[in-house]
T-cell receptor, first 113, second 113 residues
Framework: AQSVTQLDSQVPVFEEAPVELRCNYS??????LFWYVQYPNQGLQLLLK??????LVKGINGFEAEFNKSQTSFHLRKPSVHISDTAEYFC???????????FGQGTRLTINP | EPEVTQTPSHQVTQMGQEVILRCVPI?????FYWYRQILGQKVEFLVS????????KSEIFDDQFSVERPDGSNFTLKIRSTKLEDSAMYFC???????????FGEGSRLTVL
């Protein structure tokens, strides 16, 4: 069965500092990987996705993530964060060709001025 | 930009009552989903729906739950007899295909007293 582990429940960083949000997954088959963001009082919005091809994927708002198959990781990074990046970030996985997404427990990113 | 809309945004109900949560998916999407997030926990898959029938459901989706696409635009989740533990945020999502790129609504918060 698939599972997703987000290693940090909360990550506080200062504005303009770099950030990495960690995500590890387990699956017995090939997967698609996603990061979703949830701003306060809003729904889940897709940040970026890995389906195939280049292991470094770029998303919206300056975020990027790298798929590492050997380490079964898909960490999210941003070189310089802004106050507006304050949100909850969810890593998710699905088997290729499957519909169901399995989510991690989320990481709350807090940006301090 | 097309979006998934959900109503109501918040519903309070008494234990044992029936609740219907409504969703309008993006118009050209073919796959529809319900997820839920109990406060402080992961976003959990409930059910997926394609071609007017359930394509997959989780163990959470027991006989008290049902889904329906009564017309060409709405997608509903019915909870027949609510329990305290059904209190959660319920997210509707839709996707154009099976690549896992889901588009989420803003959620319906259900509080069961």
């Amino acid at each position: 069965a698939q599972s997703v582990t987000q290693l940090d429940s909360q990550v506080p960083v200062f504005e303009e500092a770099p950030v990495e949000l960690r995500c590890n997954y387990s699956s017995s088959v090939s997967v698609y990987l996603f990061w979703y963001v949830q701003y306060p009082n809003q729904g889940l919005q897709l940040l970026l996705k890995y389906l195939s091809g280049s292991t470094l994927v770029k998303g919206i708002n300056g975020f990027e993530a790298e798929f590492n198959k050997s380490q079964t990781s898909f960490h999210l990074r941003k070189p310089s964060v802004h106050i507006s990046d304050t949100a909850e970030y969810f890593c998710a996985v699905s088997d290729q060709g499957a519909q169901k997404l399995v989510f991690g427990q989320g990481t709350r990113l807090t940006i301090n001025p | 930009e097309p979006e998934v809309t959900q109503t109501p945004s918040h519903q309070v109900t008494q234990m044992g009552q029936e609740v219907i949560l409504r969703c309008v998916p993006i118009s050209n999407h073919l796959y529809f989903y319900w997820y839920r997030q109990i406060l402080g926990q992961k976003v959990e898959f409930l059910v997926s729906f394609y071609n007017n029938e359930i394509s997959e459901k989780s163990e959470i989706f027991d006989d008290q739950f049902s889904v329906e696409r009564p017309d060409g635009s709405n997608f509903t989740l019915k909870i027949r007899s609510t329990k305290l533990e059904d209190s959660a945020m319920y997210f509707c999502a839709s996707s154009p295909g099976v690549t896992g790129e889901l588009f989420f609504g803003e959620g319906s918060r259900l509080t069961v007293l």
